[in-house]
């Protein structure tokens, strides 16, 4: 049954890191947040980054960009039962503060939305990632989401790596 719930690797979106929340309510879906020593600039940069490089993903695409709304394709590769799905998302962004995203369709899911936040401290940046996916298939929402948990901590993870190394680069 854990194999299944592979498809949720198809989240646009996931630490290892203790600090890490995780929204047990089902229709709540799930979030992560991971503390990052670096600058705002160097973890928006690694979230488009994150993009581009994420292995569940077999390619993200630019479809169509009007300021700060993108038209956004990726295609999530290997994905049990389900295979590959593609979908199209919108994303509104507030630069260096937050991403909001949401599908406009999908060939396999049903639903898909969220939320990456930045937020700014004293030692650096608090990243958050919120996501929400209703696959549409029988089983519990509950098992999607606790899935879906470790994706969402492993992206977070890859990305304070990535920004902590941009921050560590000199100018």
Request: glycine share 6%; with cysteine.
């Amino acid at each position: 049954m854990k194999k299944s719930l592979g498809l949720l690797a198809a989240l646009a979106i996931c630490s290892v890191n203790a600090n890490a929340a995780f929204c047990q309510a089902p229709s709540d879906g799930v979030t992560g947040r991971v503390e990052i020593t670096a600058p705002a600039q160097a973890v928006w940069d690694a979230v488009h980054h994150e993009r581009q490089s994420d292995p569940d993903l077999t390619y993200s695409k630019i479809v169509e960009q009007k300021g700060n709304r993108i038209l956004l394709e990726q295609k999530f590769n290997a994905i049990p039962i389900v295979g590959e799905a593609t979908c199209l998302l919108v994303q509104e962004e507030t630069p260096l503060k937050r991403i909001d995203y949401k599908m406009v369709r999908s060939d396999k899911f049903k639903e898909m939305w969220g939320s990456w936040v930045i937020e700014e401290n004293p030692s650096g940046v608090s990243l958050s990632l919120h996501s929400v996916l209703d696959t549409g298939l029988p089983y519990a929402q509950s098992v999607t989401n606790q899935f879906l948990k470790g994706k969402i901590d492993a992206r977070l993870n890859r990305v304070k790596t990535a920004a902590e190394k941009i921050a560590q680069k000199p100018q």
